[in-house]
């Protein structure tokens, strides 16, 4: 069960934020209302959010998950693959600081963006991406390793994060999209298949017993429901514009 939530307040910069959707670009103010919602559907989930303010200097901020690793044990600080990224670590660590004793830092050549990391009790699953690589990876493994848990590498094709594809609902249900669904590593899973025209809705979020699903993907909230789980609908297709998904926008732990 999670007890706390840290998030980013969206900044103007966000509308040049890295994107593969051919979307359009993001409403700032529309944006800033549905990240209002995300942050009262983790309240309704039992958090306690940590608020931190715009960061104008990296318009990919507000996705504060890729920027750390929040286990039971420990925290990981990562680093972003993507260059334009890699400075949001920095106001990250203070946050982190105020929350665990126990701090570990992914160095370079490694590279890891923690959408890339799905926590399945005391394993995390890790994603070889554009964002993270067979380096960060193993370091990630490490350090995971030396404060009692575990972790395994994904190779991926289709997708930017492990995540964009996936999402755990513990209790060994697992949604899975596309390339997932074939994969060796989640067979043991209880699959419950995303149609890929809503692909978009595997990076549903699971908090506390709740589901977090993207607005607008009847299909997949259907078959959430149907496997015995409460949904909460959130608005996020500002952040879809710039390829940001639920998870995108929260470090939960």
Not at 29 to 40: F, P, R, S, T, V
Not at 113 to 142: F, P, W
């Amino acid at each position: 069960m999670f007890t706390k939530a840290i998030v980013r307040t969206p900044c103007k910069a966000m509308v040049d934020g890295i994107t593969t959707a051919t979307l359009g670009q993001p409403d700032y103010h529309k944006a800033l209302a549905q990240h209002a919602d995300y942050i009262e559907a983790l309240i309704e989930c039992g958090l306690e959010i940590t608020i931190l303010p715009a960061d104008d200097k990296y318009p990919d901020s507000t996705f504060v998950e890729d920027t750390a690793l929040l286990t039971p044990h420990c925290a990981i600080i990562t680093n972003p693959g993507a260059e334009s990224r890699k400075g949001e670590v920095a106001s990250m660590i203070p946050v982190v600081e105020e929350f665990y004793d126990r701090v570990e830092f992914i160095d370079q050549p490694g590279r890891v963006e923690a959408g890339d990391i799905m926590m399945v009790g005391d394993h995390y699953y890790i994603g070889l991406s554009e964002r993270t690589n067979e380096i960060g990876a193993m370091q990630m493994i490490t350090f995971l390793e030396k404060h009692g848990m575990s972790g395994s590498v994904v190779h991926l094709s289709d997708v930017l994060h492990l995540k964009t594809g996936l999402g755990y609902l513990e209790n060994n249900n697992l949604l899975a999209c596309g390339e997932f669904l074939t994969k060796p590593d989640f067979q043991p899973f209880n699959l419950i298949e995303v149609d890929t025209d809503e692909a978009y809705a595997a990076n549903s979020l699971w908090v506390n017993d709740r589901v977090l699903v993207p607005k607008g993907f009847a299909k997949t909230r259907a078959a959430i429901e149907s496997a015995g789980y409460s949904t909460r609908e959130v608005d996020v297709s500002e952040f879809e514009k710039i390829d940001g998904g639920l998870s995108c926008l929260s470090l939960r732990f």
